[in-house]
């Protein structure tokens, strides 16, 4: 009799498995927001190197994982609203690219904040070592690769005399990149023009005053509207014949001259790792902001053609790509 039951038991106990199994398996279900200046489609690439980073460190989408993507279009004034409303579907985290998208996510609520990108800790966390409150993420050091721009300029242009930097000085991020800029073409016997576009209908009339001012390049800084309206700012420079250094090498895939940039599939990537430390119990505050560790130079050599610009063998020769 007491074997029946044995039996009976061990037979139960082997039915329940496969539903405990199943339980571990399907786990807690994250919920990441996602807070982009950009479409994810524009953003493939970077949106990308972040889900194989989560993929290494066990996090599916479909399984375990949900993302939920916010793009501004290019729009900042968006940032508020789109914070809020991943925080009311209730995110365990918010992943957010530059100082606008940053700031409306550490502002709208007390959840986890990782920044994607942002120039300095200034506002936004009190230092790089310890951040403090319910912010960590990268930076991107925007304000001296704004310098190291101007010098390739002046590299590839040699009779270089008057540059311009098209940015958006609502950014707070912007004004000291602005001063940098300045710094550097002092430095260079350059003259440093403005070119601030806080808006689409901005963008096409600046570029027509640097037509117009004969300025010689441009420096094309890294925000939501030039990433938004890339093509835009690529084809018109292609067309006036302006050589421009810009902030990312998807600006150079898509017809400009050369970009000196971060690294940014790499810098997703790690992205990865925040968010894994966060989701197990880590607070974001007690997490040091990391630094970028691979920056690229992309040249691409077709537009220098059409240019009639002659690319000096020492810029080749540090190029880490030439689109031909």
Same mark, same amino acid.
């Given at each position: 009799?007491?074997?029946?039951?044995?039996?009976?038991? %061990?037979?139960?106990?082997?039915?329940? @498995?496969?539903?405990?199994?199943?339980?571990?398996?399907?786990? $807690?279900?994250?919920?990441?927001?996602?807070?982009?200046?950009?479409?994810?489609?524009? *953003?493939?690439? *970077?949106?990308?190197?972040?889900?194989?980073?989560?993929?290494?460190?066990?996090?599916?989408?479909?399984?375990?994982? #949900?993302?939920?993507?916010?793009?501004?279009?290019?729009?900042?004034?968006?940032?508020?609203?789109?914070?809020?409303?991943?925080?009311? +579907? $209730?995110?365990?985290?918010?992943?957010?690219?530059?100082?606008?998208?940053?700031?409306?996510?550490?502002?709208?609520?007390?959840?986890?904040?990782?920044?994607?990108?942002?120039?300095?800790?200034?506002?936004?966390?009190?230092?790089?070592?310890?951040?403090?409150?319910?912010?960590?993420?990268?930076?991107?050091?925007?304000?001296?690769?704004?310098?190291?721009?101007?010098?390739?300029?002046?590299?590839?242009?040699?009779?270089?005399?008057?540059?311009?930097?098209?940015?958006?000085?609502?950014?707070?991020?912007?004004?000291?990149? @602005?001063?940098?800029?300045?710094?550097?073409?002092?430095?260079?016997?350059?003259?440093?023009?403005?070119?601030?576009?806080?808006?689409?209908?901005?963008?096409?009339?600046?570029?027509?005053?640097?037509?117009?001012?004969?300025?010689?390049?441009?420096?094309?800084?890294?925000?939501? +509207?030039?990433?938004?309206?890339?093509?835009?700012?690529?084809?018109?420079?292609?067309?006036?014949?302006?050589?421009?250094?810009?902030?990312?090498?998807?600006?150079?895939?898509?017809?400009?001259?050369?970009?000196?940039? #971060?690294?940014?599939?790499? +810098?997703?990537?790690?992205?990865?790792?925040?968010?894994?430390?966060?989701?197990?119990?880590? $607070?974001?505050?007690?997490?040091?902001?990391?630094?970028?560790?691979?920056?690229?130079?992309?040249? *691409?050599?077709?537009?220098?053609?059409?240019?009639?610009?002659?690319?000096?063998?020492?810029? %080749?020769?540090?190029?880490?790509? #030439?689109?031909?």
């Amino acid at each position: 009799m007491r074997r029946r039951e044995l039996v009976t038991g %061990l037979g139960c106990v082997a039915a329940a @498995w496969p539903l405990t199994g199943r339980a571990q398996q399907v786990g $807690k279900i994250y919920r990441i927001g996602i807070l982009e200046p950009i479409p994810a489609a524009r *953003n493939a690439v *970077n949106f990308n190197a972040l889900l194989k980073g989560l993929r290494d460190l066990g996090y599916f989408e479909g399984r375990n994982l #949900v993302i939920e993507y916010r793009s501004a279009d290019g729009r900042a004034e968006r940032f508020p609203d789109l914070a809020s409303e991943l925080i009311g +579907l $209730k995110v365990d985290l918010i992943i957010a690219r530059g100082t606008p998208a940053t700031t409306a996510a550490k502002t709208a609520g007390t959840i986890p904040v990782v920044m994607a990108t942002m120039g300095g800790p200034g506002a936004i966390v009190a230092s790089f070592a310890n951040p403090g409150g319910n912010i960590t993420g990268m930076i991107t050091f925007s304000t001296e690769l704004t310098a190291k721009r101007v010098e390739i300029l002046k590299e590839l242009v040699p009779g270089l005399s008057r540059v311009a930097l098209l940015h958006n000085m609502s950014n707070p991020a912007v004004p000291p990149e @602005w001063e940098e800029t300045k710094a550097a073409a002092r430095a260079l016997g350059l003259q440093a023009e403005l070119l601030d576009v806080r808006s689409q209908s901005d963008l096409n009339g600046a570029l027509e005053v640097a037509v117009r001012q004969h300025v010689d390049a441009l420096v094309i800084g890294a925000d939501g +509207l030039t990433q938004m309206y890339q093509q835009t700012i690529v084809d018109f420079v292609a067309r006036n014949r302006l050589p421009a250094v810009y902030p990312a090498r998807e600006f150079v895939d898509a017809g400009g001259l050369i970009a000196y940039a #971060v690294n940014y599939p790499d +810098l997703y990537f790690r992205l990865a790792s925040f968010v894994d430390k966060i989701l197990k119990g880590v $607070k974001p505050g007690e997490l040091p902001v990391e630094q970028p560790t691979k920056f690229e130079l992309v040249i *691409n050599a077709k537009t220098a053609k059409t240019l009639g610009l002659t690319i000096p063998p020492m810029l %080749l020769a540090r190029a880490d790509e #030439v689109i031909e």
